[in-house]
């Protein structure tokens, strides 16, 4: 057991200064968006672009392109959480519509399917299906995120349990402790989302009752 963790530690340590930063910021922006905070926009652009790095040196192809996606997806979203509500307010708490959550089942397996075949058949990627429903669940929970919907926790618990083993395998120690982290983060998000919700809805009832 102690030969077990002087090995993990000894490896962490050994990872670059670039994984290092790209944790840190990835924590940062996962905690700012749980506590609402526009901030996890630019703060999640920067921790993105840093793991296209990382990602491709692992070969997790998939992932690296996820970056790339989150990346004009914090654009957007920084854009929507600022001026997407009602008359270009902010954006409030919402719950995921039906035809939302159709459209995330419909796209996850799609994706899964589509992109795991081309990794496999057409890169050398390291484990090509997992890696694309990590990606399309990723994707999925970050558009509901970037609408605000509270369901958006749901998706991002999901993932962090299946990416903690998946980077683990692949050696990259400070990132899988991160997403068990993420996975913490998540469960805090939802409780916060969920309180502000019943806060705007108990509001709302009292704007109706005078």
């Known amino acids: 057991m102690l030969q077990s963790l002087y090995e993990f530690w000894t ?3 050994g990872v670059s200064p670039l994984e ?5 910021t990835g924590f940062a922006c996962v905690w700012l968006a749980a506590r609402e905070s526009l901030w996890n926009f630019p703060v999640a652009i920067v921790s993105c672009g840093l793991y296209v790095l990382v990602y491709y040196k692992a070969r997790l192809y998939s992932d690296c392109g996820l970056q790339g996606a989150f990346i004009a997806l914090s654009v957007y979203g920084w854009y929507e959480w600022l001026h997407g509500g009602r008359h270009r307010a902010e954006l409030p708490v ?7 959550w159709g459209g995330c089942l419909l796209f996850v397996p799609a994706f899964t399917l589509g992109f795991g075949y081309y990794l496999q058949h057409h890169t050398d990627a390291a484990l090509p299906h997992w890696d694309a429903l990590t990606t399309a669940i990723s994707l999925a929970a970050q558009y509901l995120l970037m609408r605000k919907r509270l369901e958006n926790w749901w998706l991002w618990v999901l993932v962090d349990i299946m990416y ?3 980077l683990w395998y692949k050696q990259l120690y400070p990132t899988s402790a991160l997403y068990a982290l993420y996975l913490g983060l998540a469960i805090y998000g939802y409780r916060e989302w969920h309180r502000t919700l ?9 704007f109706q009752v005078a």
């Open 198 to 206: 019943r806060r705007q809805q108990a509001a709302a009832s009292s």
């Open 11 to 13: 490896a962490a340590a």
């Open 164 to 166: 903690v083993p998946i």
């Open 94 to 100: 919402s719950r995921t519509q039906p035809l939302e």
């Open 20 to 24: 290092w930063v790209a944790v840190l």
